[in-house]
């Protein structure tokens, strides 16, 4: 197999908020890893910026403790320690004016300089006009921003007009984890690298589809963010729109960044208004010992929903009538997010109704493992008659790719994607603004008539009414956890 490590140029990666969760959870141990695999060449810096008074040590420190817990295997000791070498820590306000100059004289002409702003979005102002002020932005220079990206259209508008104030769009990218999952770019070399699905890729074909992102965890600690948020501005207007865009998008000339991203937002824009009654909005109620989702946002009369089930449908060519069924929720029976993509029935059985057998269903899973499973018909071995079954083909990638299924988290790939300057699995500003523009009305439509989210029992299914909406139409959710 060809090596799987593409060569970046020499950066210097600057982590604003470099001691927060998301710095300690991924960025830290993700780039580790990708030191760990020759990937991080020759005299790469990282270098720590936040308000926290600390050296070098104690960043090093600091980043340590993240990769011992969260980057996998126990690390070597003398790549972890070539690793921490390359991290340094500038104290900074993003706010005030002091640690700039420090930081400045860090930089180096002669590398990559990317910028993650892992803060919250209202510093994004600040950090930008401060990086042009002290001299730190050359047109190579690249940004890379987290989510939320907005609250709904009016913000996400506002923030990309602060970037762009500062930054040419080719130099921010905005990230959205979801579209680092090896899967989820499998998908696109499953559709567009085979002659195989193509042909049957639409909906005189694929009856519907199914897009679930199912989490055990409850809010956690994040209940006061969470509580204005929900699950449709939380999950849906950002994960789960990307993973339809890549499921229902036309084949780009290219793969290219725009040229992708054009067909992405070709699928949002064809997206129609949901109607009321095909949304289901649900929150995980207290549960034994566990406390439920109101307890937990400190919100007794919280009307937000912590699970929202919905139908859509693209408007186009392709798609008109195969309705898009999308999923997602907290507390729920398993952590399990997949896409499948359900095929009609044959035309006609020959072989009787009673011989069984069911639908060709295509199954990509993003979580807990990575893979694609294909259901196919077959005879049931034996005699006794023609008698049929479903098997699955598996393409899981521990057992297809044995060794190289090690795939690198969706984080690492990301940063590694923009050393090299490719945005194509990053979101352009007219995406974000129409993924908002398709959510906002639905939003406001279920908050005008005081939409009361239905209950359900953590470690469930969701609420009734979401299979309801399935089985209206003939049809039924795979089980989560199954
Ligand atoms: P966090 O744990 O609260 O960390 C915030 C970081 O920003 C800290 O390093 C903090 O350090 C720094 N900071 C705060 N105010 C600052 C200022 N005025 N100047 C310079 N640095 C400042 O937040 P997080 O969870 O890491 O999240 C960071 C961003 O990523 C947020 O936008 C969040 O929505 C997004 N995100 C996080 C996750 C996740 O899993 N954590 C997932 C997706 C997206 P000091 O207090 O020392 O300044």
């Known amino acids: 197999m060809v090596s799987r490590i593409i060569p970046v140029e020499r950066f210097d990666l600057i982590i604003f908020g470099g001691t927060g969760d998301l710095a300690r959870r991924k960025i830290l141990p993700g780039l580790f890893r990708r030191f760990a695999d020759g990937q991080m060449p020759e005299g790469s810096r990282i270098i720590g910026a936040a308000r926290s008074e600390m050296d070098q040590a104690a960043f090093q420190e600091f980043a340590e403790e993240a990769i011992s817990s969260f980057a996998g295997s126990a690390p ?89 104030a500062h930054f040419d769009e080719s130099q921010i990218y905005r990230i959205d984890h979801y579209l680092g999952k090896e899967t989820v770019q499998n998908l696109m070399a499953v559709r567009f690298g ?100 109101r307890d937990d946002v400190e919100n007794p009369k919280s009307w937000t929903e912590s699970f929202i089930a919905l139908k859509c449908h693209v408007q186009n060519w392709r798609w008109a009538g195969t309705p898009f069924y999308l999923r997602t929720g907290k507390r729920l029976q398993a952590r399990d997010s997949e896409i499948i993509v359900v095929f009609k029935e044959t035309p006609h059985s020959i072989f009787g109704m009673e011989a069984g057998g069911g639908r060709n269903e295509l199954r990509i899973q993003l979580q807990p493992d990575e893979g694609i499973t294909l259901k196919v018909t077959i005879k049931e071995p034996g005699p006794g008659g023609m008698r049929l079954m479903d098997v699955p083909l598996d393409m899981s990638f521990a057992e297809t790719l044995g060794d190289h299924a090690d795939t690198p988290d969706a984080y690492e790939r990301l940063i590694m994607d923009v050393i090299r300057g490719n945005q194509t699995l990053f979101m352009r500003d007219d995406e974000v603004e129409a993924a908002w523009a398709w959510t906002d009305p639905i939003i406001q439509g279920w908050e005008s008539v005081n939409d009361v989210p239905k209950p359900y029992d953590s470690y469930s299914q969701g609420p009734t009414d979401a299979a309801l909406l399935m089985q209206r139409d003939g049809r039924e959710w795979r089980e989560i956890g199954a």
């Open 194 to 293: 085979n002659m195989l699905f193509e042909p049957l890729w639409n909906s005189q074909y694929i009856d519907h589809v199914q897009i679930t992102v199912a989490e055990e965890v409850g809010v956690g600690g994040r209940g006061g963010y969470y509580d204005k948020s929900g699950a449709m501005r939380d999950m849906v207007q950002n994960h789960l729109m990307q993973l339809l865009c890549l499921t229902a998008m036309e084949p780009p000339a290219k793969f290219d960044p725009d040229a992708v991203r054009d067909e992405k937002l070709k699928v949002i824009r064809a997206l129609e208004p949901v109607e009321p009654h095909h949304i289901v909005r649900g929150q995980y109620s207290e549960t034994g010992d566990e406390q439920g989702f």
């Open 76 to 164: 070597e000791d003398t790549v972890l320690k070539a690793f921490l070498d390359t991290l340094d820590y500038v104290t900074i306000d993003a706010l005030g004016e002091d640690g700039w100059a420090e930081l400045s004289a860090k930089m180096r002409d002669t590398a990559v300089r990317a910028f993650y702003f892992s803060v919250g979005p209202s510093l994004f102002d600040d950090l930008a006009m401060r990086l042009h002020k002290h001299n730190l932005v050359d047109p190579e220079t690249r940004i890379v921003v987290e989510k939320p990206f907005g609250h709904d259209l009016e913000t996400a508008r506002a923030l990309n007009k602060v970037l762009s």
